[in-house]
T-cell receptor
Framework: GENVEQHPSTLSVQEGDSAVIKCTYS??????FPWYKQELGKRPQLIIDIRSNVGEKKDQRIAVTLNKTAKHFSLHITETQPEDSAVYFCAATPPGYALNFGKGTSLLVTP | EAGVVQSPRYKIIEKKQPVAFWCNPISGHNTLYWYRQNLGQGPELLIR????????DSQLPKDRFSAERLKGVDSTLKIQPAELGDSAVYLC???????????????FGEGSWLTVV
């Protein structure tokens, strides 16, 4: 089955800096790559996703890049704010299967 | 529009006792998932339904876990008997079935927090 590795497990940045979280996947058939944000005690919520027919997608301060050849994808958050502090999960799925999640990155943005 | 609804939100039980969780997906979503999330970890799939059919239950510990989605809408996940290691958050999620074969957005409920003592 699909195996998703996520790095780093913790990340601390100063407000206004950029944050980058990286994930690799094992199944070359995977074609959908969402990113979820989970605040303490809350449900995971989708913040951005990318499908295998594009290499990059941007939504305001958040962007995701996908390298299918290398089987890795990354989340980029620019101009970080304290409210960006949360745990971020990447996921991947081949067609017809459920999402496989990484172990998460705990992001702390300090003022 | 209501999101994915789960109950109970919190449950504390003694080991060897049974427990059940209920989930009502977003209206019209025919795919329903149960995930388990241990502290500090990502969600792990237990079972996935397409309508009333369980299409992936390979990760469900069938000796003590069971699930049903009889009418293809709401679902129940049961653990009997519970063990200490079952303490986790049980997340229900739903999505529309993907006709293109490329994933659709999965929406999660708030989760049912289980503590087994």
């Amino acid at each position: 089955g699909e195996n998703v590795e996520q790095h780093p497990s913790t990340l601390s940045v100063q407000e206004g800096d950029s944050a980058v979280i990286k994930c690799t996947y094992s199944d070359s058939a995977s074609n959908y790559f969402p990113w979820y944000k989970q605040e303490l005690g809350k449900r995971p919520q989708l913040i951005i996703d990318i499908r295998s027919n594009v290499g990059e997608k941007k939504d305001q301060r958040i962007a995701v890049t996908l390298n299918k050849t290398a089987k890795h994808f990354s989340l980029h958050i620019t101009e970080t704010q304290p409210e960006d502090s949360a745990v971020y999960f990447c996921a991947a799925t081949p067609p017809g299967y459920a999402l496989n999640f990484g172990k998460g990155t705990s992001l702390l943005v300090t003022p | 529009e209501a999101g994915v609804v789960q109950s109970p939100r919190y449950k504390i039980i003694e080991k060897k006792q049974p427990v059940a969780f209920w989930c009502n997906p977003i209206s019209g979503h025919n795919t329903l998932y149960w995930y388990r999330q241990n502290l500090g970890q990502g969600p792990e799939l237990l079972i996935r339904y397409e309508n009333e059919e369980a299409v992936d239950d390979s990760q469900l510990p069938k000796d003590r876990f069971s699930a049903e989605r009889l009418k293809g809408v709401d679902s129940t996940l049961k653990i009997q008997p519970a063990e200490l290691g079952d303490s986790a958050v049980y997340l229900c999620a739903s999505s529309l079935y993907s006709l293109t074969g490329i994933g659709n957005t999965i929406y999660f409920g708030e989760g049912s927090w289980l503590t087994v003592v």
